[in-house]
């Protein structure tokens, strides 16, 4: 090929590729010193600083303090228990309820499975027997951790009441904050595991041993809907709602 034509032909694919400003409701504002696909995934994803006028974000401080509540809290030693089950079941020993009850279910459909082959003698029968007693075991056995769970928790009530209570709850909005006579306390959201809400408390579930109880009572009437909805955007997927603690 000429070089004339060989130059006129790689003009003019440059000329194809070279990318042009993007106009429309995806293009990125003038001065942001970003490209199209960083504006589309948003400011979080880009990886140049952005100007405040162009990110968000960014929250002034009036806003910050808008988000923040402080109330006193008392907590009953029958909510005290009842959370208590409830961490367990989300975090302790009753973590594993869902796999116990569907191990139930299916011990006892196999022992009456097995019961088509009974053939009239003692030993025909074992199989099944076995199957049955097994799966009605394992509701017992939770009963049992339930109520070994309860009785941990009427022990740790005195020892929660006497270091803190009375106590003052603040909610910051990366943080809580529990200050009592003896101690405060301080708990970023980011490392707690979830919040359960309940009928009657939030529940923020810290870890395995720890957990922080909310008791809705506690909230102010004109703050607790704002409590509720900062809870559920702070925690987003982690926020769950339960009616019962056999549910989660």
């Given at each position: 090929?000429?070089?004339?034509?060989y130059?006129?032909?790689?003009?003019?694919?440059?000329?194809?590729?070279?990318?042009?400003?993007?106009?429309?409701?995806?293009?990125?504002?003038?001065g942001?010193?970003?490209?199209?696909?960083?504006?589309?995934?948003?400011?979080?994803a880009?990886q140049?600083?952005?100007?405040?006028?162009?990110?968000?974000?960014?929250?002034?401080e009036?806003?910050?303090?808008?988000?923040?509540?402080?109330?006193?809290?008392?907590?009953?030693?029958?909510?005290?228990?009842?959370?208590?089950?409830?961490?367990?079941?989300?975090?302790?020993a009753?973590?594993?309820?869902?796999v116990?009850?569907?191990?139930?279910?299916?011990?006892?459909?196999?022992?009456?499975?097995?019961?088509?082959?009974?053939?009239?003698?003692?030993?025909?029968?074992?199989?099944?027997?076995?199957?049955?007693?097994?799966?009605?075991?394992?509701?017992?056995?939770?009963?049992?951790?339930?109520?070994?769970?309860?009785?941990?928790?009427?022990?740790?009530?005195?020892?929660?009441?006497?270091?803190?209570?009375?106590?003052?709850?603040?909610?910051?909005?990366?943080?809580?904050?529990?200050?009592?006579?003896?101690?405060?306390?301080?708990?970023?959201?980011?490392?707690?595991?979830?919040?359960?809400?309940?009928?009657?408390?939030?529940?923020?579930?810290?870890?395995?041993?720890?957990?922080?109880?909310?008791?809705?009572?506690?909230?102010?009437?004109?703050?607790?809907?704002?409590?509720?909805?900062?809870?559920?955007?702070?925690?987003?997927?982690?926020?769950?709602?339960?009616?019962?603690?056999?549910?989660?």
């Amino acid at each position: 090929m000429p070089r004339g034509k060989y130059r006129l032909l790689t003009g003019k694919m440059s000329a194809m590729t070279e990318r042009k400003p993007t106009k429309g409701k995806y293009a990125a504002p003038r001065g942001a010193g970003i490209t199209r696909r960083q504006w589309r995934l948003g400011c979080r994803a880009c990886q140049y600083p952005l100007p405040v006028a162009v990110c968000g974000n960014n929250r002034s401080e009036d806003n910050m303090e808008q988000q923040t509540a402080a109330f006193p809290v008392t907590v009953p030693k029958a909510l005290y228990v009842k959370a208590s089950v409830y961490h367990a079941r989300r975090a302790g020993a009753l973590r594993n309820t869902a796999v116990l009850l569907v191990a139930c279910g299916l011990l006892l459909l196999a022992g009456i499975y097995v019961f088509r082959w009974y053939t009239g003698s003692f030993l025909s029968v074992l199989p099944a027997l076995f199957l049955l007693s097994a799966g009605l075991l394992m509701p017992l056995i939770l009963w049992l951790e339930v109520g070994s769970v309860k009785r941990k928790a009427e022990k740790e009530y005195g020892t929660f009441s006497a270091l803190m209570q009375p106590m003052e709850l603040t909610l910051k909005p990366d943080s809580a904050e529990v200050s009592a006579a003896s101690l405060k306390l301080h708990d970023p959201y980011a490392l707690m595991v979830s919040c359960t809400e309940t009928s009657d408390f939030f529940l923020l579930i810290k870890d395995r041993d720890r957990f922080l109880l909310i008791p809705k009572a506690a909230a102010p009437e004109n703050q607790k809907a704002d409590v509720t909805d900062f809870l559920r955007m702070t925690f987003a997927r982690r926020y769950i709602r339960s009616r019962h603690w056999l549910f989660g």
